[in-house]
């Protein structure tokens, strides 16, 4: 089938699971294998990494594919490069391990000896949720030839007994030499035969791959609407996600004259078809070999492809594919048009050359392309003498992202002298097509390059380079702004190429050319332990060497059954709506449609919800938000089951919605209750402040991204019961909520939890569909595995909050010295269309409001905004974050305002003992001024300080940053009935069962090693009292549950020690207990004593205990552009004794929540980041440049990083006179810093009055 897909094939046809699918749209790199062939015209042997995802099965003709099965496993023998990354704690849930390790495979396939930016390029396209990246870049390293020493311990270990987390000499040494061999048949067959026309027939696609340019002329013209296919990532994803069916494809990959590259008088002619990776390789060369100033073009293109997708694309994508997409992102049309590029056109009859100029592009992906017409090839020019070439690109996140704003410039002098003699600006993103900014180019010849041509480039710019308010893309300050931006980057960047003086050089700089400056600490330090005794050592996650080979098993992994069917879902386009009719008679009609659901079909209750039953299985009459699910459709293949669910119609009446914290705030939208917290006297606190201030601030929502999407696989069993396989953390929840909707006991429902690719909070009532599932008949295996893009529209993520100092009473009152009096606080959180967790969540900001500083007259107000989105729910640190990040922005406000130091201020507001919290928890046992003082000198924060300063008044255009922030973090749920866990250890005469740091509790209790104890899975006819996994509270509960049962198991086994105190675990066990008739399986309890507190009262024990931490971060800016990087962060914290150093590493998810991951709605609730392509998780090169950690450090440390960025914004205002408090919300993207650093730039293009026009996204 010409739309099927290599990952499809190996997953579904071949039961390959070891390529994972984590998007389908090239955007994560799960899928990644590696492909080999023999190309005939050079004679070389050609491995490359791609997305399987992507790869036309049908494009695959003489290609060998390498999975990750194919490179080694834990049975047969490891390769060094799966051994390495499990053995430095590379994989944790291990769903993007397989990707990693062939993205690295390849690398080393093609390069033995790599340098660590050699390793850091391979990841370009590859996403890890989970690690923070550091463990894999530590590991691989190990494989790099320059062992370049800014990757190595600095130098102040000595202030720890450090210990490292790995030991390299325990790997196995790497030999090139043992590779598993391209197949000889492949290579004679690539050697010796034409393949002549290949054609392949589906049953709603063809697949024509000529071999020669005449035949592919003929089919052109024959099949002038054929699609053309070459790297199929931009069509794939036509297909994929826009519905798109291509009767006839044409594959024209392999015709030499498409592949060819010359060298001629005026420049290098590339064939259409060439990679972008060749095409960069070429000229990497010619600028080796060339005089400077023939490849200014060949540079401007070269930067370009360096922030070009990942790798995995770069490999197949072609240039001609580029082009021909005519997107108005592309990042290489804009440098093609500023350069003059030429194109050969080509039909049956003949062939023209046209300039790539702004007639190329007719309108929104248009070309002046006839129908019969293909691009044969593109010439790239040698730049001239007195020309001189530049290129940009601004995107949200730096590696693997599309662009905002992409633009390439040229300018040609009179020979001698700085007289603009030609001048070419193009810029992506500002139209539907690249466009020339003909009319500022034309103006500006005839002059000097100097300051007047700046201001006269500024104003024509700002005329000619406008957007419509309501553009799609949104950010239409911004972009206009960039456009600016770039062009005084370009202004600035000639200056100092004609040598001219530049005194604001910083406005060159660009990131972009940043490497990663890697200095990684993490230190543990082991307590005094027994030699024998695992708890608190670096120990390997026990899945991580099946992970790295793809043996293990995910829910979607478990093998096809015969017969099995497969579920898709239908869900509502409205955000709020009266379902008029549903028609499914065209879908019932369809190929492998077996049946479809609605309502009425539901055996047992409809109504559902983790805590509130105020949600629907299938929606009844109405829907609440986009992504509600009204129906599904059961069918024989997941291809036949989705396209019939799109065909179903459904009729609605709309109502008017409410998407927005705003909007809801206005009708007063809220669920009850609206909790309060309050202490002390708010007035007098008031009266006694020498200072009152007002502030608010939004902190955006954010996407779980756990990489393996919602999936169930329900097999009916007999006597009516349902083994359901789910991703879920809260198995128990997810039983009785099956058991609910179809009408059974929970009794007759099995959920079983092997193992999940990433969880976060998402996953803890079980995905809404495993609900669905089993209804059918009770008699098919039923599976529904989530497309990325479902998956982001249907679940809901974390909260969005707006945090509003004061509503009726004025909200922080402080003193003089800073100290802060007295507080009044107002929560907002969006919490969607259905209470789900949200009341908890809310509750957990309003205990952290203080975060960990004392204010005496404290009054917080949680409400929960009633929206018609889909229902916001737990996420990793449950409403605590937001509830701190508000805290942080009044206290920076406060300090701002006083124009002081912000870190004197919040050292003068800590907790200090004996004090007690809002909700009259007396805090004992405090050691937030020891962390305080530990990472004020281990970050060197006073140097640091002074080093900025001197920085900033250096540097006009880059200004760094530097926050130091505390954090209290509570132990536990809130929730009473969540703070117990469960256990049942049975030991076997061979061995016995539970996870990583579980085994380790388990060894240290039964005194015996972890090879002896083996993890199973979570299901829920073992143990029934599962709390979800979550809130940082599973190690304490389920350790106690396994230490009971454990201590139980010893005490049975103490007679047999006492009598054989030499005896062997084996003697006791198998020898002497089991004959005895002694019980060797026990369950062990644990619930968390002394809990309850009461909102009624504000009295009663709310946590168990508390820890501190605190982190200091540096950052630097690009005033121009908005982009930033992490220099530096140090965090201490106080965790007690880690169970395992190596799994409490730190994650990124947080520095994604404040600085990069952000979700946009429509107006009418339509979520329009649906995938990795738009909603930017942190990458490789996301983390900071130099990072010292000691202890796991919680999520909202990162807000360091966010308040470090306030800091150099507030460096740059002050450049344009601007000081005091301002207005930062969460995440600090691009566009919010460049926004927030007003200079001339900005007051060129000022935003449309709000109101008066509908934006294309609006803040939720
Ligand atoms: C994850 C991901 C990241 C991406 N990142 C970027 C990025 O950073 N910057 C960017 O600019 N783009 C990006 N893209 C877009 C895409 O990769 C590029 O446009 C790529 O160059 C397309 O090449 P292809 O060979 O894969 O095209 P295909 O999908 O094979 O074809 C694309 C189009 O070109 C036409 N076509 C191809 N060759 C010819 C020919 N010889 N004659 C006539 N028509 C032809 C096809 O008919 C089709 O309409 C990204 C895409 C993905 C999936
Ligand atoms: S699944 Fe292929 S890149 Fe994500
Ligand atoms: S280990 Fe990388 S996504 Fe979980």
Known sequence: DPEMTLLTYLRRKLGLTGTKLGCAEGGCGACTVMLSRYQTHTQQLLHYAVNACLAPLCSLHLVAVTTVEGIGSVARELHPVQERIAMAHGSQCGFCTPGIVM????????????????????FHGNLCRCTGYRPILEGYKTFTVVRNTRYLTPVNVDLFSATSLFNPADFTPFDPTQEVIFPPELMSLSKDQRSGLLCFRGDRASWLQPDSLDEFLRLKWEHPDARVVVGNTEVGIEVKFKNMVYPVILAPAFIPELNNVSHTADGVVFGAACTLSHMGAVLKKAVETLPPHQTEVFLAVLEQLRWFAGLQIRNVAAVGGNIMTASPISDLNPVFMAAGCRLTLMDKDGSRVVQMDDGFFTGYRKTVLRPQEILLSIEIPYSKKFQLVSAFKQSPRREDDISIVTAAMSVTFTPGTDVVEDLRLSYGGMAATTVLAKKTANGLLGRHWGEELLQEACSLLAKEMTLDPSAPGGMVTYRRTLTLSLFYK?????????????????????????????????????QSLRPDDSVGRPMMHLSALKQATGEAVYCDDVP????????????????????????ASAAEKMPGVVTCLFAD?????????????????????????????????????????????????????????????????????????IRTIQKGD??????????????????????????????????????????????TQSASKTQSLVAKALGVPANRVVVRVKRMGGVSGGRRAGPPFCRLLSPWQQTKTVRCMLDRDEDMMITGGRHPFYGKQGETTPPVGFLNSGKVVSLDVSYYSNVGNSMDLSASVMERALFHMENSYSVANVRGRGFLCRTNLPSNTAFRGFGGPQGMMVTESWMTDVAQSLGRPAEQVRRLNLYVEGESTPYNQVLDQITLDRCWDECLTRSGYQERRAAVDVYNSQNRWTKRGLAITAFQKMSIFSVCVCVQAGALVHIYTDGSGLHTKMVQVASRVLGIPCSKIHISETSTN????????????????????????????????QPYKTKNPKGSWEDWVSEAAYFDRVNLSTNGFYKTPNLGYDFETNSGRAFNYFSYGVACSEVEIDCLTGAHKNLSTTIVMDVGNSLNPAIDIGQVRGLGLFTLEELHYSPQGVLLTRGPGSYKIPAFGDIPAQL??????????????????????????????????????????????RNACSDRFTKLCPPAEPGSFTPWSVQV
């Open 103 to 122: 993205s690295m495979y390849a690398l080393l396939r093609n390069n033995p000896k790599p340098k660590m930016a050699d390793v850091e390029e391979a």
């Open 490 to 526: 370009f202004y600035l960047t000639v200056l100092q190429k004609l040598r001219l003086q530049v005194s604001e050089h910083s406005g060159c700089f660009s990131y972009r050319c940043l490497q990663t400056v890697l200095l990684i600490l993490h230190r543990f330090i082991i």
């Open 560 to 583: 096809l059954y015969e017969n099995e069917l497969y579920l898709a879902l239908i869900t509502s386009s409205k955000a709020h709506a009266n379902i008029l009719s549903v028609d």
């Open 601 to 673: 079909d539901i055996p047992g209750c409809n109504a559902t919800g983790p805590i509130e039953h105020d949600e629907t299985v299938l929606a009844h009459r109405q829907v609440t938000c986009v992504g509600h699910i009204i129906g599904a459709v059961v069918a024989d293949t997941q291809l036949h089951a989705q396209r019939a669910a799109k065909a179903v119609r459904v009729q609605y009446e709309e109502l008017q919605p409410i998407i927005t914290i705003q909007e809801a705030i206005a009708a007063k939208s809220f669920y009850q209750p």
């Open 682 to 727: 708010l007035e007098a606190g008031f009266k006694q402040a020498d200072h009152i201030l007002e502030g608010e601030i939004h902190i955006g929502g954010q996407e779980h991204f756990y990489l393996e999407t919602n999936v169930t696989l329900a097999v009916p069993r007999e006597e009516g019961e349902m083994e359901l396989f789910v991703s």
């Open 1022 to 1053: 073992t143990v029934p009292n599962t709390s979800p996994t979550a809130a940082s509270a599973s190690s304490d509960l389920n350790g106690g549950a396994v230490q009971n049962a454990c201590e139980t198991l010893n005490q049975r086994l």
């Open 1188 to 1233: 010292t950690a000691v202890g796991e450090p919680p999520l909202f440390l990162a807000a360091s990083v966010f308040y470090a960025i306030k800091d150099a914004i507030s460096a740059s205002r002050a450049e344009s006179g601007i000081s005091g408090p301002f207005r930062l919300d969460s995440p600090a993207s691009a566009e919010r810093i």
